[in-house]
């Protein structure tokens, strides 16, 4: 027959359950400790994260916004120039380009007749001038054949210019050492096809 004797002491295995215990707590506040600090560290992660969106937005406004004023600023100045536009438009809307009335006169000048003299006289708008005109004409030539055909060819040659109108001939006389040389004068009113339109519809894009 055999005896077992228990040769620890009570105390001593209370002892042991009591560091076995410690232990455990030991390794479950570890391990709170652990799931705390990777809690914390996800929230840094995601505050980081929050602050660079919000720089990235801030910096995103600040861009807007330096945008907006170059926009404001470019609208003011295209406001600037189209009331440029309107006022060049207002004060060139009764142009006329005596070039292009002498153009005309070229054209149609017969090759025997010689003008002596051209006079455009522009009168201003309510000025008592007629309705649909701009101004006067008067010219004063000579023609080498006569009053036939030579004073006829050049009132016919006149008469087909557009910006002319209302064209009579004022006087007729033939030289008196050369019958065949004819002194006339020629006068009437200028319409307002002549003027120009130049820039109506703004500053050419060229020009801006």
Same mark, same amino acid.
């Given at each position: 027959? @055999?005896?077992?004797?228990?040769?620890?002491?009570? *105390?001593?295995?209370?002892?042991?359950?009591?560091?076995q215990?410690?232990?455990?707590? !030991?390794? =479950?506040?570890?391990?709170?400790?652990? =799931?705390?600090g990777?809690?914390?560290?996800?929230?840094?992660?995601?505050? @980081?994260?929050?602050?660079?969106?919000? !720089?990235? &937005?801030?910096?995103?406004?600040?861009?807007?916004r330096?945008e907006?004023? &170059?926009?404001?600023?470019?609208?003011?100045?295209?406001?600037?120039?189209?009331?440029? #536009? *309107?006022?060049?438009?207002? *004060?060139? *809307? &009764?142009? +006329?380009?005596?070039?292009?009335?002498?153009? #005309?006169?070229?054209? +149609?000048?017969?090759? $025997?007749t010689?003008? %002596?003299? +051209?006079?455009?006289?522009?009168?201003?708008?309510?000025?008592?001038?007629? =309705?649909?005109?701009?101004?006067?004409? /008067?010219?004063?030539?000579?023609?080498l054949?006569?009053?036939?055909?030579?004073?006829?060819?050049?009132?016919?040659?006149?008469?087909?210019? /557009?910006?002319?109108? #209302?064209?009579?001939l004022? =006087?007729?006389?033939?030289?008196?050492?050369? %019958?065949?040389?004819? /002194?006339?004068?020629? #006068?009437g009113s200028?319409? $307002?096809?002549?003027?120009?339109?130049?820039?109506? %519809?703004?500053?050419p894009? &060229?020009?801006?």
């Amino acid at each position: 027959m @055999s005896v077992r004797v228990n040769l620890l002491p009570e *105390a001593t295995k209370q002892r042991g359950r009591a560091n076995q215990q410690r232990l455990v707590a !030991a390794a =479950a506040g570890l391990l709170l400790l652990l =799931a705390l600090g990777g809690v914390w560290l996800m929230g840094q992660m995601r505050i @980081s994260n929050a602050e660079d969106e919000l !720089a990235s &937005e801030q910096g995103r406004t600040a861009e807007l916004r330096a945008e907006e004023a &170059e926009l404001v600023a470019f609208a003011a100045l295209s406001g600037r120039r189209d009331a440029a #536009d *309107a006022i060049l438009a207002t *004060a060139m *809307a &009764e142009e +006329v380009s005596l070039a292009a009335i002498l153009q #005309d006169l070229a054209a +149609v000048i017969p090759t $025997d007749t010689q003008f %002596d003299t +051209v006079g455009v006289q522009m009168t201003p708008p309510g000025d008592g001038t007629p =309705a649909g005109t701009v101004g006067t004409l /008067s010219i004063s030539a000579k023609t080498l054949t006569a009053h036939a055909p030579g004073v006829e060819r050049t009132l016919i040659g006149l008469d087909k210019i /557009s910006t002319f109108r #209302d064209l009579y001939l004022n =006087a007729s006389s033939l030289d008196a050492d050369d %019958d065949r040389v004819a /002194s006339f004068s020629v #006068d009437g009113s200028v319409s $307002d096809s002549a003027r120009t339109g130049r820039y109506l %519809d703004g500053l050419p894009e &060229e020009l801006r």
